[in-house]
């Protein structure tokens, strides 16, 4: 009998399989989709939400919603939408953090923010690290779709196509959240640099 090992994966047929109740076939269809899911949950996990919890999550929401899969797009991007729908849900859930004062940064994260304000351009290693940290806390700001977008558009570099087959937006609707959720870090920006300076 010949090696399938090399084989590519057969979704159709497991999908029959699944339908069917194919317990062995659900397990090789999570094991071939986990790789993409466990990507998605990780570049928007929630705060204070286990990873493997978020994904498995996606992954019920998935079986639970099968028969509504009409096979109009491919299952990946079917299931990429579950997930990045389910991570927005999560930041939903989750209370609004109080007014980011700048008495939340770090030494560190203060230190990169004046040398912002200041137009200092030299950052070191750590500093980068700061800068990132504060990204995500000026991030943590915005409403969940707003940082949503901005983190796939300007951090992760996907396209407005890329974007709209993982979250079922049109692209006007992607360049608009964007626009403002930019107009809205920018606010933040500019508040944090007059508290600064009081």
């Not at 500019?190 to 600064?196: A, D, M, P, S, W």
Request: hydrophobic share 40%; charged share 30%; aromatic share 6%.
């Amino acid at each position: 009998m010949p090696d399938d090992a090399d084989a590519p994966f057969d979704i159709a047929r497991c999908l029959e399989r699944v339908r069917a109740r194919d317990q062995q076939a659900a397990r090789e269809l999570v094991e071939h989709l986990y790789p993409l899911v466990i990507r998605i949950v990780r570049s928007h996990l929630p705060r204070r939400v286990p990873e493997e919890d978020l994904a498995q999550e996606v992954f019920m929401k998935m079986f639970t919603r099968l028969d509504q899969y009409q096979g109009t797009m491919p299952l990946p991007h079917w299931v990429s939408r579950i997930a990045v729908t389910t991570c927005i849900d999560h930041l939903r859930a989750q209370k609004r953090r109080p007014e980011f004062r700048w008495a939340d940064l770090s030494e560190t994260e203060a230190g990169v923010l004046d040398n912002v304000i200041t137009n200092e351009n030299d950052i070191s290693a750590g500093d980068a690290l700061a800068a990132r940290e504060l990204i995500h806390k000026l991030l943590a700001q915005l409403k969940p779709e707003d940082r949503m977008v901005i983190q796939m558009l300007d951090l992760e570099q996907k396209t407005l196509a890329e974007i709209s087959a993982l979250t079922g937006w049109n692209t006007t609707l992607i360049k608009v959240r964007a626009f403002r959720a930019r107009r809205k870090l920018q606010k933040f920006f500019q508040e944090l640099k007059k508290k600064e300076r009081s």
